[in-house]
């Protein structure tokens, strides 16, 4: 059993208009998302903004509430859980902001932040809670005395590992990550995700990570989806999709990326996307990456293609697209016929 | 040679403030050439947006002050220009593309004004003939139905296109010098390349100089020639773009190319931070604003400024580590990768 099931998971955000605030249209931020996350590895979310990560991340904690789908977390619906098991099953889910200016309370000493989750859960006693706090903050890297002061006190980097701190206070299994490292400048980054690294080994913590930068998401995830418009068009092991990605959009987010490599740059050819990303309220017929994609056909027009499995046996690799690209040793090829995996089953 | 466009000598910008003086910028030099793209690259922090603004001479006094350095436009003094004069020169000589395409376009006026109004400001022109020639920016930069789009306001205008916006407006009166602050990074990354492509073809097309701040190193090695390499207000290092990715001498810059996690990593590595905080601009010691972070640092670092040193054709340095032993420790580091045969 996975420890986190996601399934066919949709959140529609109404568009309400005019004075009767009536519904007359729908931002489909997730629109049928499946994936699981295995204990102890990092699932990363990865793609453009208006792709809807940060709501599959919001939507998997009911942050807010799901349109459709399920989501089960050891087993338990997550879904259909009551307020009092909700609260239970948050000390094993827990989340980390983009921003650390914005997530922490100005007003809150630090110890009243990390310690905030104890003393709801009621656990230990506030001599208790205080070691705790100290504890935690040690093992995040700050020091003890940092209790006793104010969020304004710290720089961007000091105030994210308070914000984990506050996340790993009440023992989670799971931790969400949105954008943890996007706010911060590149030397204090690598110490954030080296940190984040040693508590996934010391913890044995699982984590869905979820940022717009591929570099860091290759650097930290074991497994990899990458969303375009309330989808996941692509999912597989990280090495591998960063390898051998087969979704036309994978292939030119990541060419997309520039390198640190003045040498590598001169010689890469880019591809270069037409247009920007369309509405997320008013999503394209068929594929939704159809407009922008440089391999669409007829077919790619007509339906949105399913997840399915290309590569070889064994491989974890699944994409959405009818002409996804196939590898044979170091030879890329695509198919001129549409691959039948991805064509969705006709609905009775 | 091409011919020299700007010419800074010890620049200097501090901001005057309640809690003590902020040494924004502390003695940068640099010359920018015709043709030339020159990437400043730093944290937040280091001072790369206050040079740039000091050279536009935007620096907002009180609390701002340019206290010392020589600002050369061409011939032209530009700390000695009458703030007419400096008002000529702006959008019409050197230009500026910000980061924030929504916050730098005024929402209530449309598009087509916006970079007409920069037309009939600089150029003799009619408005008529400023409202055509913002419709053939548009297209120049890449906006599809350019003749419908000037007619348009900001909001209607994805996070791409308004940086184009901005870019046309940019280029409108044919500057000599373009200082792109940020130009991508509130971008999506395909759109971004679309950015970098745009810039790349207008600086192509009227040989101007830029100047590119910017925080992500991939985009330096895309498209810099030269790469100025700021902490803590002071240029660390200077030289053409191979030569820092490849030839670094300071420690600053090797901790940056090591920090980063990379597209092109073969094998999962540990990354290596820089240790420490970004330092406090106000407490900055008298020699390198480095010393508290660098693992390599020596007695003197933290009192005196080392003078710039010769390491390479224009690349230059400030460290007061011996040249052989800089040579010596960089060959140690795992990340510092061997110039490509």
């Given at each position: 059993?996975?420890?986190?099931?996601?399934?066919?998971?949709?959140?529609?955000?109404?568009?309400?208009?005019?004075?009767?605030?009536?519904?007359?249209?729908?931002?489909?931020?997730?629109?049928?998302?499946?994936?699981?996350?295995?204990?102890?590895?990092?699932?990363?979310?990865?793609?453009?903004?208006?792709?809807?990560?940060?709501?599959?991340?919001?939507?998997?904690?009911?942050?807010?509430?799901?349109?459709?789908?399920?989501?089960?977390?050891?087993?338990?619906?997550?879904?259909?859980?009551?307020?009092?098991?909700?609260?239970?099953?948050?000390?094993?889910?827990?989340?980390?902001?983009?921003?650390?200016?914005?997530?922490l309370n100005p007003r809150m000493r630090i110890r009243?932040?990390?310690?905030?989750?104890?003393?709801?859960?009621?656990?230990?006693?506030?001599?208790?809670?205080?070691?705790?706090?100290?504890?935690?903050?040690?093992?995040?890297?700050?020091?003890?005395?940092?209790?006793?002061?104010?969020?304004?006190?710290?720089?961007?980097?000091?105030?994210?590992?308070?914000?984990?701190?506050?996340?790993?206070?009440?023992?989670?299994?799971?931790?969400?990550?949105?954008?943890?490292?996007?706010?911060?400048?590149?030397?204090?980054?690598?110490?954030?995700?080296?940190?984040?690294?040693?508590?996934?080994?010391?913890?044995?913590?699982?984590?869905?990570?979820?940022?717009?930068?591929?570099?860091?998401?290759k650097h930290i995830s074991d497994r990899v989806a990458?969303?375009?418009?309330?989808?996941?068009?692509?999912?597989?092991?990280?090495?591998?999709?960063?390898?051998?990605?087969?979704?036309?959009?994978?292939?030119?987010?990541?060419?997309?990326?520039?390198?640190?490599?003045?040498?590598?740059?001169?010689?890469?050819?880019?591809?270069?996307?037409?247009?920007?990303?369309?509405?997320?309220?008013?999503?394209?017929?068929?594929?939704?990456?159809?407009?922008?994609?440089?391999?669409?056909?007829?077919?790619?027009?007509?339906?949105?293609?399913?997840?399915?499995?290309?590569?070889?046996?064994?491989?974890?690799?699944?994409?959405?697209?009818?002409?996804?690209?196939?590898?044979?040793?170091?030879?890329?090829?695509?198919?001129?016929?549409?691959?039948?995996?991805?064509?969705?089953?006709?609905?009775? | 040679?091409?011919?020299?466009?700007?010419?800074?000598?010890?620049?200097?910008?501090?901001?005057?403030?309640?809690?003590?003086?902020?040494?924004?910028?502390?003695?940068?030099?640099?010359?920018?050439?015709?043709?030339?793209?020159?990437?400043?690259?730093?944290?937040?922090?280091?001072?790369?947006?206050?040079?740039?603004?000091?050279?536009?001479?935007?620096?907002?006094?009180?609390?701002?002050?340019?206290?010392?350095?020589?600002?050369?436009?061409?011939?032209?003094?530009?700390?000695?220009?009458?703030?007419?004069?400096?008002?000529?020169?702006?959008?019409?000589?050197?230009?500026?593309?910000?980061?924030?395409?929504?916050?730098?376009?005024?929402?209530?006026?449309?598009?087509?004004?916006?970079?007409?109004?920069?037309?009939?400001?600089?150029?003799?022109?009619?408005?008529?003939?400023?409202?055509?020639?913002?419709?053939?920016?548009?297209?120049?930069?890449?906006?599809?139905?350019?003749?419908?789009?000037?007619?348009?306001?900001?909001?209607?205008?994805?996070?791409?296109?308004?940086?184009?916006?901005?870019?046309?407006?940019?280029?409108?009166?044919?500057?000599?010098?373009?200082?792109?602050?940020?130009?991508?990074?509130?971008?999506?990354?395909?759109?971004?390349?679309?950015?970098?492509?745009?810039?790349?073809?207008?600086?192509?097309?009227?040989?101007?100089?830029?100047?590119?701040?910017?925080?992500?190193?991939?985009?330096?090695?895309?498209?810099?020639?030269?790469?100025?390499?700021?902490?803590?207000?002071?240029?660390?290092?200077?030289?053409?773009?191979?030569?820092?990715?490849?030839?670094?001498?300071?420690?600053?810059?090797?901790?940056?190319?090591?920090?980063?996690?990379?597209?092109?990593?073969?094998?999962?590595?540990?990354?290596?931070?820089?240790?420490?905080?970004?330092?406090?601009?106000?407490?900055?010691?008298?020699?390198?604003?480095?010393?508290?972070?660098?693992?390599?640092?020596?007695?003197?670092?933290?009192?005196?400024?080392?003078?710039?040193?010769?390491?390479?054709?224009?690349?230059g340095v400030n460290c007061w580590i011996p040249e052989?032993?800089?040579?010596?420790?960089?060959?140690?580091?795992?990340?510092?990768?061997?110039?490509?045969?």
């Amino acid at each position: 059993m996975s420890l986190l099931e996601v399934r066919d998971l949709k959140k529609h955000f109404p568009i309400r208009t005019g004075v009767l605030k009536r519904t007359t249209g729908h931002v489909y931020a997730v629109d049928g998302v499946n994936f699981t996350v295995e204990e102890g590895e990092t699932m990363g979310l990865v793609g453009e903004s208006g792709g809807g990560k940060s709501t599959v991340g919001r939507t998997v904690l009911r942050l807010t509430e799901a349109t459709g789908g399920g989501v089960t977390f050891e087993g338990v619906d997550v879904m259909k859980a009551s307020r009092s098991e909700m609260n239970v099953l948050r000390r094993d889910m827990q989340i980390v902001f983009q921003d650390p200016y914005a997530s922490l309370n100005p007003r809150m000493r630090i110890r009243d932040i990390v310690g905030e989750a104890l003393k709801i859960h009621d656990i230990g006693t506030e001599a208790e809670r205080k070691t705790r706090v100290s504890e935690l903050l040690e093992t995040v890297g700050l020091t003890a005395e940092h209790a006793e002061r104010y969020p304004h006190e710290f720089s961007g980097g000091q105030r994210q590992r308070i914000g984990i701190a506050r996340a790993l206070s009440l023992n989670p299994k799971m931790i969400v990550l949105d954008e943890p490292v996007s706010a911060l400048d590149v030397s204090i980054r690598a110490q954030v995700l080296n940190l984040l690294e040693d508590l996934q080994d010391e913890f044995h913590l699982t984590f869905l990570f979820i940022s717009h930068d591929l570099s860091v998401v290759k650097h930290i995830s074991d497994r990899v989806a990458v969303m375009y418009l309330g989808k996941i068009v692509e999912i597989s092991d990280s090495a591998l999709l960063y390898d051998r990605p087969q979704h036309p959009y994978t292939e030119a987010l990541l060419s997309a990326v520039p390198i640190p490599d003045p040498h590598t740059e001169r010689a890469r050819q880019r591809i270069v996307l037409e247009g920007d990303v369309p509405s997320p309220a008013n999503p394209p017929k068929g594929c939704v990456f159809h407009p922008r994609c440089p391999r669409a056909q007829e077919i790619c027009t007509t339906a949105m293609p399913t997840l399915a499995i290309t590569g070889e046996a064994g491989e974890r690799h699944e994409v959405a697209c009818y002409f996804p690209a196939r590898f044979t040793g170091d030879q890329r090829t695509v198919s001129s016929e549409p691959f039948e995996g991805s064509r969705p089953v006709a609905q009775s | 040679m091409a011919e020299r466009l700007l010419d800074i000598r010890d620049l200097s910008t501090h901001f005057f403030t309640h809690a003590g003086v902020v040494k924004a910028v502390n003695g940068v030099s640099f010359t920018l050439h015709r043709g030339e793209t020159i990437g400043i690259v730093g944290e937040s922090g280091s001072g790369k947006t206050v040079a740039a603004m000091s050279l536009m001479r935007l620096i907002p006094d009180p609390p701002g002050k340019i206290v010392e350095g020589k600002l050369m436009l061409g011939d032209r003094d530009l700390r000695a220009l009458t703030d007419d004069e400096m008002r000529g020169v702006r959008g019409n000589d050197i230009a500026m593309i910000f980061q924030d395409p929504m916050t730098s376009l005024n929402p209530v006026m449309k598009i087509g004004k916006q970079i007409a109004e920069a037309i009939v400001l600089h150029q003799d022109k009619s408005k008529s003939e400023a409202w055509r020639m913002a419709a053939e920016l548009l297209a120049r930069v890449g906006i599809p139905d350019a003749e419908k789009r000037v007619d348009q306001y900001p909001f209607e205008f994805s996070g791409g296109m308004r940086q184009r916006a901005m870019i046309a407006m940019a280029i409108s009166c044919n500057p000599d010098v373009l200082i792109a602050d940020e130009p991508t990074t509130a971008l999506d990354v395909t759109i971004q390349a679309q950015i970098i492509d745009v810039m790349r073809e207008m600086q192509a097309q009227f040989d101007s100089g830029v100047i590119l701040i910017t925080h992500d190193l991939g985009v330096i090695a895309e498209i810099s020639d030269k790469v100025m390499v700021m902490y803590g207000g002071r240029t660390v290092e200077y030289g053409p773009v191979d030569e820092i990715f490849y030839n670094a001498h300071h420690p600053y810059t090797w901790g940056l190319l090591a920090s980063l996690p990379r597209l092109d990593a073969t094998e999962k590595a540990r990354l290596t931070p820089i240790k420490g905080q970004p330092p406090n601009l106000i407490t900055l010691p008298e020699g390198c604003p480095f010393t508290a972070r660098c693992p390599y640092r020596r007695p003197e670092c933290r009192d005196q400024w080392p003078q710039s040193e010769t390491v390479g054709p224009e690349h230059g340095v400030n460290c007061w580590i011996p040249e052989d032993e800089r040579v010596a420790l960089r060959a140690e580091l795992r990340q510092f990768k061997e110039p490509a045969a």
